[in-house]
DNA sequence: GAGTGGTCTAGACCACGAG
DNA sequence: TCGTGGTCTAGACCACTCA
């Protein structure tokens, strides 16, 4: 038994410029009407149609650019998070490679990081942010993590080609043993909403890899958060018939 | 260069209530003060204040009641999927296992699921619905679609047994070789919030599973919304050391 | 019926972007 | 500077819950 009391006049506008966008009234790229016209247009008020727009974004159908106007988004690529470590967490296997940006940083191991780590909480750290751009829209965004006695050769100042986020992964000198991910959906911090630049009512995928190597020690965790319009993770398990069970 | 202009009455304002609410001012399952009255409290006008509200709520630690009162959510079990099949995916992990109900329906192919499903439209399925609570709160949404041709000897009408989703993992005939899931973040639909008894800015975890048998067929679609602030969803992998890819 | 949240109005004022 | 969106106000009215 589905509640459905009354379309709200916010709803209703928001479904008729789903509407038009998706059949063209309104194409990728262009600007909407202002806010000012549409609120005359509908006959409703400034707050009520800010709040249509406001779903419309949460939707990603919608870019608000602040003093410019609304835009319609051009359909974004969605990338494609691939799990489970078989093959390297691509964001490589696209046409026009993303452009990664990282900063590298020392720091202190502080908040939840101690537990996933394994480590005392203020152990040294090296943090690795990665902002993974396509053209001008940012896609994803990752922290990794690596305590400082396992700090690998390369990342140690200036752009590390682009490949993908864990190139740690690729010569692991103690041997990896397990890699755990978790994820979860919320709303962005406002400060991942600027970094990503997104509206802080559009959803993300939160992604929390840990690496156990052999020795059970944690190799590294990387914290990674991608908007929900753009992004997914996709895992692949491939049982192998005279392998059932890879577990207990 | 993180973007911090000025903190809005909205942030303060949620901010205070956030720490009121985790230092036990406000204790769990306690109403807050009627809207009007923390509007008075904080001067500020009551959309202001209900938008902060809407903040916690997307947070999940305030439940809002229609006509009844704000309240300070109760810490809610998180519940999590385990994907990759190795072993069935258990909301049956828990101490007090989640009540399941079910409803299955046979109905057409529509929308994207005859891609998914690799069958011509209109073509016969079988849709269960699971719905997992927790209590009396609702902690996941669960759509399984079968091709008719493959229905299980399970789940004929009544209530199956509550373990878990995927009961038709429980005997493959055709043997599986491949399970794929697909996940993403997202706003639920009013449908999922109303369902969910969740609010509709409130995070969810969108999963899709696709299980395809040895002959190449979909043997099996489940759709699974998760509440982002109860549920999460884990992926472990395990390296064999002497198995290191298991895929091409 | 009393009190609550849900929706909406018709403005005001500020911050930002482009010319 | 001008037009845009961002925030906020001080109400009004409706819908719901509970006693």
Redesign the pocket.
């Given at each position: 038994m589905v509640i459905r009391?009354?379309p709200?006049?916010?709803d209703v506008i928001a479904d008729d410029l789903r509407h038009q966008i998706s059949t063209g009234h309104f194409k990728a790229g262009e600007r909407?009407p202002?806010?000012?016209q549409l609120a005359t247009r509908y006959?409703?008020?400034?707050?009520?149609l800010?709040?249509a727009l406001a779903l419309l974004q949460g939707e990603g159908l919608v870019e608000?650019?602040?003093?410019?106007?609304?835009f319609v988004r051009r359909p974004l690529r969605r990338i494609t998070y691939r799990g489970g470590v078989a093959e390297p967490p691509t964001w490589a296997t696209f046409s026009a490679p993303l452009r990664v940006t990282t900063r590298t940083t020392n720091i202190e191991a502080h908040s939840h990081l101690p537990t996933l780590l394994k480590v005392p909480p203020r152990s040294p750290l090296t943090e690795v942010v990665h902002i993974a751009h396509d053209g001008k829209t940012p896609h994803s965004l990752a922290c990794i993590y690596v305590p400082c006695g396992l700090a690998q050769a390369d990342s140690p100042g200036a752009t590390p080609p682009p490949e993908q986020i864990a190139a740690s992964f690729a010569d692991p000198r103690p041997p990896l043993i397990e890699v755990q991910e978790r994820l979860s959906a919320r709303l962005p911090t406002p400060e991942e909403a600027a970094t990503l630049r997104i509206g802080t009512s559009l959803a993300v995928l939160s992604l929390t890899r840990v690496a156990t190597d052999a020795a059970g020690r944690v190799v590294e965790v990387a914290l990674l958060v991608l908007p929900g319009d753009r992004a997914d993770a996709l895992f692949t398990t491939r049982l192998n018939l005279n392998d059932r069970t890879s577990k207990a």
């Open positions: 009391p009354v709200s006049r916010r909407l202002s806010e000012a006959t409703v008020s400034t707050p009520t800010r709040s608000k650019i602040h003093g410019n106007g609304n």
